[in-house]
């Protein structure tokens, strides 16, 4: 089975820009995102899609592959199937799989993305797949820049929101406070089939993706992962991250 990753990476991100070349401990972001990506075994290809110029350079000097896309994408699947459709065509190759791993993911490890694919190898009908960690605090919990997540009890999502879900205002403190892990395999068809339909109601309201999944009845099955990640979408948590990787054991394998 062909399984590729695209690493979408963008510098014009408006809370952060320039954010895919922000230092970390030596290497761009993006950079630590790309090289522990591809240490996956699952993988017979890992790209960074990108519109930027300086993104495609740094990419060339360190001997990574990347794509040029457009830079009129508003969602990171539209950049990533633009480049699944590319990288095709340049591996003379149909991908069965592409897992979209966002490039502010920079704590993402090989064994997040096997524990992404693997339920799609073991059942054929799963079309996307999310990952999900437990939110360290209750400060994380109320933070918009995270994504929670709810699920039902076969773990598949029933919600999405960028507030404090399930609520705790009833007075049931102990809750479960689940985060996405931007880490999404999507099949191949599927992708295609996603990026033609139009943006849903929900998924402007929330501005999270996978609520388009969801309202147009599809299924997004969550899986947990017990991994310490964070995202970066502000220079507090690029310094909250490079504190975090300081002693990161995959990090002394490449830098």
Same mark, same amino acid.
């Given at each position: 089975?062909?399984?590729?990753?695209?690493?979408?990476a963008?510098?014009?991100?408006?809370?952060?820009?320039?954010?895919?070349?922000?230092?970390?401990?030596?290497?761009?972001?993006?950079?630590?995102?790309?090289?522990?990506?591809?240490?996956?075994?699952?993988?017979?290809?890992?790209?960074?899609?990108?519109?930027?110029e300086?993104?495609?350079?740094?990419?060339?000097?360190?001997?990574?592959?990347?794509?040029?896309?457009?830079?009129?994408?508003?969602r990171?699947?539209?950049?990533?199937?633009?480049a699944?459709?590319?990288?095709?065509?340049?591996?003379?190759?149909?991908?069965?799989?592409?897992?979209?791993?966002?490039?502010?993911?920079?704590? *993402?490890?090989?064994? =997040?993305?096997?524990? /992404?694919?693997?339920?799609?190898? &073991? +059942? $054929? %009908?799963?079309? *996307?797949?999310?990952? =999900?960690?437990?939110? /360290?605090?209750?400060?994380?919990? &109320? +933070? $918009? %820049?995270?994504?929670?997540?709810?699920?039902?009890?076969?773990?598949n999502?029933?919600y999405?929101?960028?507030? $404090?879900?399930?609520?705790?205002?009833?007075?049931?403190?102990?809750v479960?406070?689940?985060?996405?892990?931007?880490?999404?395999?999507?099949?191949?068809?599927?992708?295609?089939?996603?990026n033609?339909?139009?943006?849903?109601?929900?998924?402007?309201?929330?501005?999270?993706?996978?609520?388009?999944?969801?309202?147009?009845?599809?299924?997004?099955?969550?899986?947990?992962?017990a991994?310490?990640?964070?995202?970066v979408?502000?220079?507090?948590?690029?310094?909250?991250?490079?504190?975090?990787?300081?002693?990161?054991?995959?990090?002394?394998?490449?830098?």
């Amino acid at each position: 089975m062909n399984i590729i990753a695209i690493v979408p990476a963008r510098m014009g991100s408006s809370r952060f820009p320039g954010k895919p070349l922000a230092d970390i401990h030596g290497i761009p972001m993006v950079g630590h995102v790309a090289v522990r990506t591809a240490m996956c075994d699952k993988l017979a290809a890992t790209y960074i899609a990108t519109c930027d110029e300086v993104i495609m350079e740094y990419a060339a000097e360190r001997g990574l592959k990347a794509v040029m896309t457009s830079n009129t994408h508003a969602r990171c699947t539209d950049r990533t199937a633009e480049a699944m459709l590319k990288i095709e065509k340049e591996l003379a190759m149909t991908a069965d799989i592409i897992v979209m791993v966002q490039g502010d993911e920079p704590m *993402v490890t090989p064994g =997040m993305i096997e524990a /992404a694919v693997t339920p799609m190898l &073991e +059942d $054929p %009908s799963l079309q *996307v797949v999310n990952l =999900m960690a437990d939110l /360290a605090n209750a400060e994380e919990f &109320e +933070d $918009p %820049s995270e994504v929670k997540v709810v699920t039902d009890l076969r773990g598949n999502a029933l919600y999405f929101s960028r507030e $404090p879900v399930p609520s705790r205002k009833k007075g049931v403190i102990n809750v479960p406070m689940k985060k996405q892990v931007c880490v999404i395999p999507f099949r191949r068809e599927y992708l295609l089939r996603f990026n033609s339909l139009p943006e849903s109601p929900l998924e402007i309201i929330e501005s999270v993706d996978m609520m388009r999944v969801l309202e147009n009845g599809d299924t997004v099955r969550m899986v947990s992962i017990a991994e310490r990640t964070l995202s970066v979408d502000t220079p507090d948590d690029l310094r909250r991250v490079v504190a975090l990787m300081e002693k990161d054991p995959l990090r002394s394998v490449y830098s």
